[in-house]
């Protein structure tokens, strides 16, 4: 038997990048998995033809909402929720605005909230929640300070819930990823990154990573998606509450 047979587990921005990887590991475990996002991908139909997609706005909690029922309809219950959807874009402060600030805040930690408590309504006794914040939330970067507030809050929301929903038995912990080479980073390390320079963005992060980290790489989509594996099964029955770095040793804690 897999480890997620018949378990529910839905993830928001799982059709492409961390999200998608993740969705993948969860679906060869044997779960029912639904995935929440703005839109789906050719890269989702194609690996993952048999998970359920449902078109969600995280900004929205009624469309969240939405997301969890829909699952919790077709399924009968909801048993692991990963908050995956966010967005990253480098600016630097003088080109900071609020449609800037509501756009990576309101995606980034609001559609966190959102999905905690759409979630909270549906799980039970041993269910997980899973946040995917980054290192970012745990540090501070040039020309990133609205992508690193956002992750801060997730980082909070995710110390905060896991008091407020350990009485009922329900695990609260995040993932920080450190960067982790996607089409969507590739694309906006173009921007007002203040170290990429005159470098391809792939050749960028195999030289930050040689410098960096201390495995000399970065980690993988797939690295990220088997820490929430492990994270919502039953061998992590007694971690919650803790924001757990995967960054090949950037930053040693």
Partial sequence: MKE????????TGGTKGIGLDIAEAFLEEGAH???????????????CP???????????????????GESVKQTGHLDVFVNNA???IWRSLDKVDEKFWSLLVDTNLKGALWGCKAAAGYLKKGGAIINVASLAGKRGSVNNSVYV?????????TQALSKELGPRGIR???ICPVYVSTDSLLKNLSGDHPDVGAMKPQEFLDVWAAKNAALGRLPTGRECANLCLFLASE?????????INVDCGVLPQ
Avoid: H, P, W
């Avoid at 997620?4 to 993830?11: A, G, N, P, Q, S």
């Avoid at 998995?33 to 690996?47: I, K, L, N, P």
């Avoid at 048999?50 to 969890?68: A, G």
């Fill in 4 to 11: 997620f047979e018949d378990k529910t587990v839905v993830i």
């Fill in 33 to 47: 998995v639904f995935v929440g996002s703005r839109r789906d991908s050719e890269a989702f139909r194609e690996r």
């Fill in 50 to 68: 048999s998970i359920c997609f449902v078109r969600t706005d995280v900004r929205s909690y009624k469309q969240m909402e939405n997301l969890v």
């Fill in 86 to 88: 966010g967005i990253s």
């Fill in 149 to 157: 507030a956002s992750k801060f809050g997730m980082v909070g929301i």
């Fill in 172 to 174: 609260v912990n995040s």
């Fill in 235 to 243: 061998r992590a029955s007694a971690i919650t509450g803790q924001n």
